[in-house]
C-alpha cells in the first residue's frame, strides 16, 4: 500500500481528531451519543452538531483511499470539480470516460501512458477537462501525471495553486531536471502536475526537440497515465506536436461554442500525421 494514503483500519474520530475537526473531548461525546442512540458515529456528530455531512463523506474517503477536498479548502481552485464534488453530475461524466479511456487506450496495452488533451480554439475546456480527468484517475489509484504543454497561455498552476518558476519548458531548455519540475499534490495522494513553467520565446522548437520525447518516456516509467494539456491547435501547431509525442489525443468541443469547421480541420490534421483520436467530448460547462 502507498505509504500517504490511510490506513482503511483507523476509525472516523481518530482521522477527524487528526485533521483537527475534533477534539478528544469531542469524539468522546459522540461516543456516549453513538451509544445512547445507538447510531453510527457519523450520524450521533451531526446529531450534536459537531460535523457536518461534507465532513462525514470527506473522512469516509479518506478511509476508502477515495481522497476529495471539503468545501472551504481553498489550497485548490474551485474549477477542479472533481477535488471538491466527486458526487456530482459532471464528474460521474467524466468517470465514464475515464472507464472508456481505459478500456481503449491504457488497459489495451501496458506501454501507453499518454494523452493528450486538445481542441481547436481557446475557451473551450482543455485545461478544465484536463485538470479534472487527471484527479479522476488519480482517485482510482492510478498515479497520475498531469503535463501543462500549453507553452502560451498555461492555466494548470492557476487550477493547482502551485508554483510556476519551473516546468516543462525549464525542463525542455535544460534548466530544469525532469524530477526536481514535478509537484506532488498531497491532499489527492496519487496525481503529481508538471506546470507548463516560464513562457519561452520558442515554444514549438521546444516541443519539437527530441528532449520532449526522452522526457515522456522517462516520466512513464513512474507513472500510470499522463495527460498533457495543449494550446489551441487553430493558433499554432504545437498542439499537433504534442499529440504526435503522446500518440494519442482527446478532442474537446464545447457546446454552443465550437465551430464545426474548425473541428473537421484539426481532425483532418491528426488523421494526416497518423495520430489516434481516442475519443471526443461535448463540453457543456
Known amino acids: 500500500m502507498d505509504s500517504s494514503q490511510v490506513p482503511a483500519e483507523r476509525t472516523i474520530g481518530t482521522i477527524l481528531i487528526g485533521a483537527g475537526k475534533l477534539s478528544a473531548a469531542d469524539a468522546e461525546k459522540i461516543t456516549w451519543e453513538q451509544e445512547r442512540s445507538n447510531l453510527r458515529f457519523g450520524d450521533a456528530a451531526v446529531k450534536l452538531g459537531l460535523l457536518t455531512e461534507a465532513d462525514i463523506k470527506s473522512v469516509l474517503a479518506q478511509q476508502f483511499g477515495y481522497p476529495y477536498l471539503a468545501y472551504g479548502d481553498t489550497s485548490i481552485a474551485e474549477e477542479v470539480m472533481a477535488a471538491y464534488n466527486p458526487f456530482s453530475v459532471l464528474v460521474e461524466e467524466l468517470r465514464d470516460l475515464r472507464t472508456q479511456l481505459m478500456l481503449r487506450w491504457f488497459e489495451a496495452n501496458a506501454k501507453r501512458k499518454c494523452i493528450a488533451i486538445a481542441s481547436p480554439e481557446s475557451g473551450e475546456g482543455r485545461s478544465f477537462i484536463a485538470a479534472n480527468l487527471a484527479v479522476i484517475f488519480s482517485q482510482l489509484g492510478e498515479r497520475t501525471l498531469l503535463i501543462d504543454a500549453d507553452l502560451r497561455k498555461p492555466r494548470q498552476h492557476q487550477l493547482f495553486k502551485i508554483a510556476n518558476t519551473s516546468g516543462l519548458s525549464t525542463v525542455l531548455a535544460g534548466r530544469s531536471s525532469v524530477s526536481d519540475a514535478i509537484v506532488k499534490i498531497d491532499k489527492l495522494l496519487c496525481l503529481s502536475v508538471l506546470p507548463a513553467g516560464p513562457t519561452p520565446p520558442n515554444p514549438q522548437e521546444l516541443l519539437s526537440r527530441d528532449a520532449f520525447h526522452d522526457t515522456l518516456n522517462h516520466y512513464s516509467e513512474s507513472y500510470d497515465v499522463i495527460l498533457i494539456d495543449t494550446a489551441s491547435a487553430s493558433e499554432?501547431?504545437?498542439?499537433?506536436?504534442?499529440?504526435?509525442?503522446?500518440?494519442?489525443?482527446?478532442?474537446?468541443?464545447?457546446?454552443?461554442f465550437s465551430h464545426l469547421d474548425a473541428m473537421q480541420k484539426l481532425v483532418i490534421n491528426l488523421q494526416n500525421s497518423n495520430i489516434n483520436i481516442v475519443g471526443s467530448l461535448l463540453n457543456e460547462y
Open 236 to 256: 499554432n501547431a504545437d498542439a499537433l506536436m504534442v499529440a504526435s509525442r503522446a500518440s494519442a489525443v482527446l478532442l474537446v468541443a464545447r457546446k454552443n
